[in-house]
């Protein structure tokens, strides 16, 4: 379609001819074959043009013409509008300008002209394509051209909106170059801009000149690039103006091209705004071991680039973007291979003893009769165990006396463990283990919760009873937990409230946590419906950008009173109450495990900004949140504002929902944490740190929730939170939940954290059926399948999903039963114990990411992960490599679930065996969903029945057990999977950052501005009809705009008709040139 070759030549020739043709005739007919040329054509053969040197050409007739004596008009206008069609598509027209002395000279004429109509918006649009350059764009400015051009944009008018359009385009163009921004924020041209902009709105009530009113919005968004420009625009009323222009804007329709560039202008000149913080720094610090003083994260350079535009913030955004998919190693050079061993091979034999199954001797199967006595003797788990609490259930008390038997009679191992706990952790001597209180001592103190407990247990009165402490001795009454429990005790699988705070009386914090979370404590079980995305309202961002706006504009409204701060001790507990039970604002606390949430600042009557600690010793990671609230009145919506996200999307922004837990609702027998939230969208904010010295982007999530009863006390949390105390208080229901003369469960330490919490290791397998050798050969020989969870904090759902796994491995399941015969499960279940205690989202308290510290893992500072490392090198050592390593983890902008696999390129190396190519596998089962802890189990269930395929043993085991077991057909092994990357997320209903750019006008474009320009009948221009129309054209006459959808009408159609017939005419003095059908032939 572009140039075949005789049309290739056919332009040659033109072009030859351009350049050399002197006389006025055939300089426009020459013009007007171009233009029909270029005009019939595609683009391509535009760009063919320019290939051939069109560009040049025409600026070298351009200067030629423009300097003469006295220039010709009749060529000139034609050329103009030529030279800006094919200069549009030229990416170095400017360059070729400033070479050829065409920028200024159509300055020049520009100035000359600015009366005449069609030449000046001839020459606006030469300069508009000109300011491709940004040099140009320099030379025209320092040459007044931005005040002639701003000059000829006039107040309301009906008349010359052609021109008017140009002359606004050009301008906006020229503000490519920061000289020139600077220059129009320094003459005042904001102000100038904005009340131009208020006259169009006022006085455009018929909607005729919307496009003139976009086009101005779109040049201040260009001149608010830069902080000078965007404070210039507050302080010369923008916001309120654009506030006001838009909502008079909502009301009519057919002005939505206006809104929405006017909403991202507002949301680019928010001040920027640190957030009320003494320091980014987290409000923990850990003193790490070998440390003096707490060290801040090195993140702190200075930010001296205060002149940042938002181009730089796109650049940063995409950088940040990139570092944040963490989970997925892309970088090709960054994989190794084959690693060599990073310790020396000593120190392997000390993981030995984590091999339990190998050395035990299963004297036990002898005495299935008396599984209590079956229990493991020689093992850390009695450092586990004995945390049984003694005033648990009869049964407990019984398994824990046991227990705790136990531990004394293996008391050597035991000691050596603790010994080796505390050389690891000399930070733990910091950490006090708390006094826990139940957290319902917590609902008893406040106003709120005394009426729950005085409904929930009648015979008691006053706070002291509940505020008993746990200590070692029985209890000698019934305690108001057990009271609850007897009363309201929802009967959860695999949880014992009791066993929880037992448990989490061990768990060290920073803080030293002595709260239990209600949820936590009393457990939660899924609600029976599933949870579908919710969809998101349409425009809900800019209503929220609207009230954001309100906020600055009606600072009258603003209580701006702090309601909680987890540094002020003003907020602890017992003060906090007395404090606050005299205000009607909400009351907020994160004061226990996995808790984040740093300060709370009341707004506006039902609005409170929410800001989230950083991860312990370091400024950043801010995301996740649990939090609860309380004193609340029903059925009026609350907004929240977490102000101080790091992410740059989120799947809020996608039909997610934070979870609520009401405890409430809990006593009343629905203990369930379910989506909540409405109006929820996520996007960027005019926030910045607190010191102003990280340059840091931060987000907002909002959402409202509408509770449901008057002073409830309700937990908010980003996703189903799980605790470290929850997961070791699940391993021991889960130990006592198995037949030991079936199932061989042992937990054992991996090692200590930097606080000294202990990392559990868990084997499970099959007993084997007897001592036999046959059978005790097999047990010995089953390959190892190594799990591991929660190396990410934030990654709740990775526990739930571990949960399930763990769950369904210790079941009567016959597929269970079946991986447990073929293989040993080697399971930790959470490798950043001290991370997800202290509500951290990404690190560990030395303030990294772990799951970045496996190449080289430092056993004092990453302990979990060297110690991981150093138990898989010691598998393969003894020649036991795990069949099957798997990470559960969570991530916050995918949906569903999926695995990534190893590199291949790496796997192929490293192995030497040949194996798929496929590297990230989709179940779309899921879809639609926000998937719940059902689910999440459900996923970890999946996983182990996908195990079954791993091994060729197991399939004739499988074919012959399993083929009449319920769910397991070929689905399971075979099931679909999509190509995760086929459907990712579309693209966010609204707009999450702000525009670089002004979004575009549908329908405007040069081309068709330009051939409006010629196809105005002359006559109709000012309508008083003066002169011919070669007279009007030099003297600038006045004319209405009227669309043309003419192709080409660069020439007026007279001369055009014309000039095609005189070419054809002349065929032979253009060297044999014809056109048929567009298409030169020659
Ligand atoms: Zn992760």
């Avoid at 669309?1043 to 044999?1072: H, V």
């Amino acid at each position: 379609m572009a140039a075949s070759p005789r049309t290739s030549i056919g332009f040659e020739v033109l072009l030859s001819a351009l350049k050399n043709e002197g006389d006025v005739e055939s300089t426009l007919n020459i013009l007007n074959v171009l233009d029909e040329l270029l005009s019939a054509g595609t683009d391509r053969r535009i760009h063919y043009l320019i290939s051939k040197g069109g560009s040049e050409a025409l600026l070298s007739v351009l200067v030629n013409t423009g300097l003469s004596f006295c220039p010709n008009y009749t060529v000139l206008l034609p050329l103009l509008h030529l030279l800006a069609k094919v200069g549009h598509r030229d990416s170095r027209i400017g360059l070729k300008a400033e070479e050829t002395g065409a920028v200024l000279l159509t300055l020049n004429l520009l100035k000359h002209n600015a009366k005449h109509v069609k030449m000046a918006a001839a020459c606006l649009w030469v300069i508009e394509v000109f300011s491709s350059s940004v040099s140009a764009a320099n030379v025209i400015g320092e040459n007044h051209g931005l005040d002639v051009i701003f000059h000829l944009i006039p107040q309301y008018t009906t008349k010359n909106l052609h021109t008017i359009k140009a002359a606004i385009n050009a301008f906006t163009a020229l503000l490519c170059s920061k000289a020139n921004v600077c220059s129009v924020i320094s003459k005042g041209y904001i102000s100038g801009l904005l009340h131009l902009y208020e006259d169009w709105h006022s006085k455009d009530t018929q909607h005729t000149a919307i496009e003139i009113r976009h086009m101005l919005l779109r040049c201040l968004h260009k001149v608010t690039h830069n902080n000078p420009g965007r404070q210039a625009f507050i302080s010369k009323g923008g916001l309120r103006l654009l506030y006001h222009t838009t909502q008079t804007d909502l009301l009519i329709k057919g002005l939505e091209s206006l809104i929405e560039p006017s909403v991202q202008l507002m949301r680019k000149c928010l001040p920027k705004t640190p957030l009320p913080l003494t320091s980014d720094q987290s409000a923990y610090t850990f003193l790490l071991p070998g440390r003096a003083h707490a060290v801040p994260d090195v993140d702190m350079a200075p930010d001296n680039s205060s002149e940042e535009s938002d181009d730089d913030d796109a650049d940063k955004q995409q950088a940040e973007s990139k570092d944040y998919d963490d989970d997925l190693e892309t970088d090709v050079n960054r994989l190794c291979l084959r690693p060599d061993l990073d310790r020396p091979i000593e120190l392997l034999p000390q993981y030995g003893h984590l091999c339990p199954e190998l050395s035990h001797d299963f004297k036990e199967l002898n005495l299935s009769s008396e599984p209590e006595e079956s229990s493991p003797s020689s093992d850390e788990e009695a450092v586990l165990l004995n945390t049984f609490s003694p005033h648990s259930t009869r049964m407990d008390r019984k398994k824990g006396d046991s227990n705790n038997e136990l531990s004394t009679s293996s008391s050597g191992s035991q000691s050596e463990t603790e010994t080796s706990t505390k050389e690891n952790t000399t930070g733990a001597a910091q950490l006090e283990t708390p006094d826990v209180l139940c957290h319902s001592s917590i609902l008893g103190c406040r106003t709120t919760v005394r009426e729950l407990r005085v409904e929930a247990t009648p015979g008691l009165k006053g706070n002291e009873q509940v505020e008993e402490q746990e200590g070692g001795e029985e209890f000698p009454h019934c305690t108001m937990i057990d009271m609850l429990l007897k009363r309201h005790g929802a009967c959860i699988p695999h949880h014992e409230p009791q066993l929880y705070r037992a448990v989490a009386t061990q768990t060290k914090s920073i803080p030293g946590f002595s709260i239990l979370p209600f949820p936590d404590f009393w457990g939660h079980v899924p609600p029976a419906r599933h949870e579908p995305m919710v969809p998101r309202k349409p425009n809900i961002q800019r209503q929220k950008v609207f009230e954001d706006v309100q906020r600055f504009l009606n600072t009258a409204d603003i209580i701006n009173q702090v309601v909680y701060d987890l540094e002020d001790s003003s907020f602890s507990l017992s003060l906090f109450v007395s404090l606050q039970c005299l205000s009607d604002s909400l009351r907020f606390f994160s004061n226990f495990e996995c808790g984040n949430l740093r300060k709370a600042v009341h707004i506006r009557r039902y609005e409170y900004d929410l800001i989230l600690n950083a991860d312990a010793n370091c400024s950043q990671h801010t995301q996740w949140f649990y939090f609860e609230v309380s004193n609340m009145v029903a059925d009026v919506p609350y907004r929240f504002n977490v102000i101080n996200c790091e992410k740059s999307n989120s799947q809020f922004n996608y039909g997610m929902q934070p979870v609520l837990y009401s405890v409430r609702e809990a006593l009343e027998g629905r203990p369930h944490w379910t989506r909540t939230g409405t109006e929820i969208c996520y996007f960027r904010n005019h926030f910045c740190p607190a010191q102003g010295r990280r340059k840091t982007n931060f987000y907002t999530l909002t959402f409202t929730i509408t509770f449901k009863h008057n002073e409830d006390v309700c937990y908010v949390a980003y996703h189903y939170p799980y605790t470290y105390s929850a997961m070791k208080a699940h391993l021991n229901v889960l130990q006592k939940s198995v037949d030991p003369a079936i199932v061989f469960f042992r937990q054992q330490i991996l090692c200590s954290t930097l606080a000294g919490n202990l990392c559990p290791v868990v084997t499970i397998t099959a007993c084997p059926a007897s001592r036999a050798w046959k059978d005790m050969h097999q047990l010995r020989n089953r390959p190892c399948i190594v799990l591991t969870s929660r190396v990410h904090p934030g990654e709740s759902n990775a526990s739930w999903v571990m949960k399930g796994t763990l769950e369904f491995l210790c079941s009567s399941d016959l597929v269970a039963q079946c991986l447990r015969e073929a293989f040993v499960f080697k399971i930790i279940p959470m490798l950043n114990p001290d991370g997800v205690i202290n509500g951290t989202n990404r690190c560990d308290l030395n303030s990294k990411d772990l799951n970045r510290q496996w190449c080289k893992p430092d056993p004092i500072l990453s302990p979990t992960i060297y110690h991981t490392k150093g138990f898989l090198y010691y598998l393969n050592s003894i020649g036991r490599t795990p069949l099957v390593f798997c990470d559960y983890h969570g991530h916050s902008r995918k949906k569903n679930v999926f695995l990534y696999g190893c590199s291949v390129k790496e796997t192929l190396w490293q192995s030497g065996s040949a194996v798929d190519t496929l590297g990230l596998k989709e179940d779309p089962g899921y879809r639609g969903l926000q998937t719940g802890t059902r689910e999440l189990q459900e996923m970890g269930v999946k996983f182990c029945h996908s195990l079954l395929s791993v091994t060729k043993d197991m399939k004739a085991l499988y074919d012959r057990r399993l083929s009449n077991h319920i769910g397991l057909d070929h689905n399971i092994l075979d099931h679909k999977s999509h190509n995760f990357f086929e459907d990712d997320e579309p693209p966010c209903v609204e707009e999450i950052e702000y525009s670089t750019n002004c979004p575009t006008l549908k329908g405007t474009d040069l081309d068709s501005d330009i051939n409006s320009n010629m196809a105005i009948e002359d006559e109709d221009e000012d309508g008083d009809g003066i002169g011919q129309r070669g007279a009007k054209q030099q003297q600038g006459s006045i004319g209405v705009l009227q669309q043309s959808n003419m192709k080409s009408c660069l020439f007026p159609d007279s001369i055009g008709q014309a000039s095609i017939k005189t070419l054809i005419e002349k065929r032979n003095k253009c060297q044999g040139v014809s056109i048929v059908n567009g298409q030169i032939t020659s």
